[in-house]
């Protein structure tokens, strides 16, 4: 994710300040170079970082410490009060009927792109559709045709026809009834001049709410001036990074934020449709401070799960067997990949930094969970005091797995049951209530 | 292209130049006063910073001191170099150059210029230019043989896979590639081993249907590695010279597509496996080449979108972290915008004039 390498070398940047409550000059400036190096290492804009450092620089020796902070946390409110502006203001998207333009860079992603906002906001409960309007790149009115066709999205094109702003008229005339438009244009780069008069035209005869400029995560220092040039083309309302599944950091994409004066407005996290999520700098800023982002978390859930998901009437009635905890590990499957909600949860999963091979790992836990339970019959599920060595061994060898891990999974099952116990009995206090909410209970 | 490069060397040249002029001018003040014991401590202190800084160190006590007093040439210390070569590095980021490769550049830079005897009068600008020429030829330097000779050379048909993460231009390169081998006489079939990405397959046959070859192509979903397969036994079986086997972008991070990527190459043994990269990637550029290198192994890279108003850094970093050469550059829209990559032609893009 953007900056979430620059967190850890900004760590060991801090780490070299003493734990005193004086700021020498000297110390600053070293550290200023560091956080120039992670910056400028994330792509971040070197005009961006040179501003940002100045003030860091400035911020960090002229402000008195507060009390009760030392250097290196004063250190750290300035640096990450200082990102925050860079992020941005966050996109005010109403959820209502509307025209959506997609444009940007060849290969950035926009078509995957305009199909999963559909899906968005059908999610929502709006009612897309999405043109094609890319009458250059062979292909993409297959590729956008197929991604909608899969997805039960409404879609409307013109194979062959060259006209893009034609395209456009008459898709709006014939697809009247729908409330969200998005439209989908060609790849094209600010020295195509054709192609930016093109665009120029489309946004002439659609007017629309929104223009989105879709920017890879892994561009470099040319996002600026690209961005500065959709910008004064068409002007752009809220910047979508793609591909931040990878390693890139996105930090070319805030370059397009600043020379855009708009703001993140969505951020892509995978091939799938569902892999977008909506961005809010302040859950953002908190995410990458170790806060977590709660707010996302429970938009994705309140999205994806519904109590009958998590077997809620029946825990709050003190029932919790294997079959619950089934429905369980089904509904985590529903929120998203199980990286993206750890992420969300406070403290960064638990202040533990969590590899990939860790969610990997426990992604294909959950799993052979779930196959070693299918194994098991109903009877078996309802009622887990039953499982004694000769069925572990019948499940064990049902399911493909042998009896340490049958019982490791009985294990777990005993666990949960005591901590939902303890939560129930109103043990655990404290909880946030957005939290004892995913857990079913009313607050 | 490559203009922002050429723009920030020439202002570190006119840095360095100022540091020496600078130096120039306290030298010939330090003579005048005459102190000769202020100078040897002068000398003795940048000599211990230099030590425990640079072990690769070379100018001696005695060189510097000759030099000094003697030649009354101008040495450079690491002290005058800090600014400018940390202005260096800055440029070179700015021209998209990725953080470890722009710090092997200058370390090369700080090896070479410190310590280094410059005549008064001399020209600054050119011993500097010289030396940074150096250190990025000896990022980029490849011995391995061109692109036309492995074709021309290899046992027929080669086959060459191309590789890279999504929307890098894998399939459009392709294109251009084709064009190129047929317009020099070999005869060429397409593999449509993107078999996941919604429209991929119709996207390769339209190129294949206007450059007028042929495409082995399997339902979306299909195993790459057999739509592969059935093209080498394709041209094996018509005599065709080259398969270019096209593959669905993925993210290096992704290790389930990698492995994909890896019974592929081991089912088809291509001659050349080829990772292709945007011009305007920033620092991720390093990363992913890195991992697509050591996961699959790659015989070279080309590198899409240059036409983009790239600064061209990736085309350092790349073969810097790969040890891979770079065949190409795609440069446009057309199947005629691919341009042979060698080292001079880069290197005059970046200090030439245009």
């Excluded at chain 1, 009927?97 to 995957?112: A, C, E, H, R, W």
């Excluded at chain 2, 100078?39 to 072990?55: C, F, G």
């Excluded at chain 2, 001191?65 to 040439?73: G, H, S, V």
């Amino acid at each position: 994710m953007i900056l979430n390498n620059l967190g850890s070398s900004l760590k060991e940047s801090l780490r070299k300040l003493a734990r005193s409550n004086k700021i020498d000059k000297r110390t600053a400036e070293e550290l200023v170079k560091d956080i120039q190096r992670a910056l400028l290492q994330a792509d971040i804009n070197v005009k961006l970082v040179m501003k940002l450092s100045n003030n860091i620089k400035k911020k960090a020796i002229k402000e008195e410490v507060i009390e009760g902070f030392d250097a290196r946390e004063h250190i750290s409110r300035v640096v990450y009060e200082e990102l925050a502006n860079i992020l941005g203001r966050g996109i005010d998207l109403e959820l209502k009927g509307q025209t959506i333009m997609m444009v940007g860079l060849q290969g950035s992603g926009k078509t995957t792109t305009t199909a999963k906002l559909a899906k968005y906001f059908q999610r929502k409960g709006l009612m897309p559709v999405v043109i094609c309007a890319d009458t250059f790149r062979p292909g993409a009115y297959e590729q956008l045709s197929q991604l909608c066709n899969a997805n039960s999205i409404p879609f409307y094109g013109e194979k062959g026809n060259k006209d893009a702003v034609e395209i456009v008229k008459n898709g709006l005339k014939e697809k009247k009834e729908y409330d969200v438009k998005i439209i989908d244009t060609t790849g094209r780069h600010a020295l195509e001049k054709e192609l930016i008069a093109e665009m120029e035209d489309i946004d002439k005869a659609l007017d629309p709410e929104h223009k989105f400029l879709v920017m890879d995560a892994a561009i470099g220092q040319e996002a600026e001036e690209q961005a500065r040039a959709f910008g004064e083309s068409i002007g752009i309302t809220g910047v979508i990074i793609t591909k931040l599944d990878g390693t890139a950091k996105g930090g070319g994409a805030l370059s397009a934020v600043s020379e855009t004066d708009s703001g993140i407005a969505f951020i892509g996290t995978g091939e799938k449709v569902d892999d977008i999520e909506r961005f809010d700098p302040e859950g953002f800023i908190s995410r990458l401070v170790g806060m977590g982002d709660l707010k996302a978390l429970m938009e994705r859930v309140e999205e994806s799960i519904t109590p009958e998901d998590m077997g809620v009437e029946e825990v709050l009635k003190g029932k919790f067997t294997l079959k619950e905890m089934y429905k369980q590990f089904q509904a985590i499957n529903k929120i998203g990949p199980l990286k993206q909600v750890i992420q969300m949860i406070p403290f960064g999963g638990f202040g533990v930094d969590i590899t990939d091979k860790d969610y990997n790992m426990t992604k294909n836990k959950l799993e052979r969970y779930k196959v070693i339970m299918n194994s098991m019959t109903d009877f078996e599920l309802e009622n887990p005091s039953v499982l004694n060595g000769s069925r572990i061994r019948r499940v064990a060898v049902g399911s493909g797995s042998d009896t340490n891990e049958v019982k490791e999974l009985i294990r777990y099952y005993r666990m949960m049951k005591k901590a939902l116990g303890a939560l129930k009995g109103g043990k655990i206090t404290g909880m946030p209530k957005n939290l004892m909410k995913m857990f079913g209970r009313q607050v | 292209m490559f203009k922002s490069l050429r723009d920030k060397f020439a202002s570190f040249k006119h840095s360095i130049g100022k540091a020496v002029h600078k130096k120039e001018e306290a030298e010939g003040i330090e003579v005048s006063s005459a102190t000769t014991t202020e100078e040897v401590a002068n000398i003795s202190a940048s000599l211990s910073i230099d030590e425990k800084k640079t072990k690769k160190e070379k100018v001696g006590l005695k060189d510097k001191a000759k030099a000094l007093i003697i030649e009354r040439e101008t040495i450079l210390g690491e002290e005058d170099l800090a600014g400018p070569l940390w202005e260096l590095e800055i440029s070179l980021m700015e021209g998209n150059v990725a953080l470890p490769v722009a710090e092997e550049i200058v370390s090369n830079v700080r090896e070479e210029l410190i310590g280094k005897k410059k005549r008064i009068f001399s020209n600054t600008d050119k011993i500097v230019e010289d030396v940074l020429k150096d250190s990025i030829k000896d990022v980029i330097k490849n011995d391995g043989p061109p692109f036309d000779e492995i074709i021309s050379t290899g046992d027929k048909p080669v086959v060459i896979l191309f590789v890279g993460v999504n929307g890098t231009g894998k399939t459009t390169t392709i294109a251009k590639v084709a064009k190129r081998l047929t317009d020099n006489g070999y005869s060429v079939v397409i593999a449509s081993g993107d078999t996941y990405r919604a429209g991929a397959q119709e996207q390769i046959e339209t190129h294949a249907e206007r450059l007028g070859l042929r495409l082995i192509k399997h339902q979306y979903g299909a195993d790459p590695s057999a739509v592969i397969y059935d093209a080498v036994e394709h041209a094996k079986a018509k005599g065709k010279d080259v398969v270019l086997a096209d593959t669905a972008g993925r993210m290096h991070t992704d290790s389930n597509l990698m492995r994909e990527l890896q019974k592929i190459k081991r089912i088809n043994s291509p001659r050349l496996t080829i990772f292709v990269d945007e011009a305007i990637a920033g620092n991720d550029a390093v990363e992913r080449a890195k991992q697509f290198n050591e996961s699959i192994g790659i015989d070279g890279s080309i590198l899409s979108k240059l036409d983009a108003d790239a600064r061209g850094g990736a085309a350092i970093s790349i073969p810097y972290v790969t040890g891979k050469p770079i065949f190409f550059f795609g440069v446009g829209q057309r199947y005629e915008d691919l341009i042979v990559f060698d080292e001079d032609w880069l290197l005059g893009k970046i200090f030439g004039e245009e």
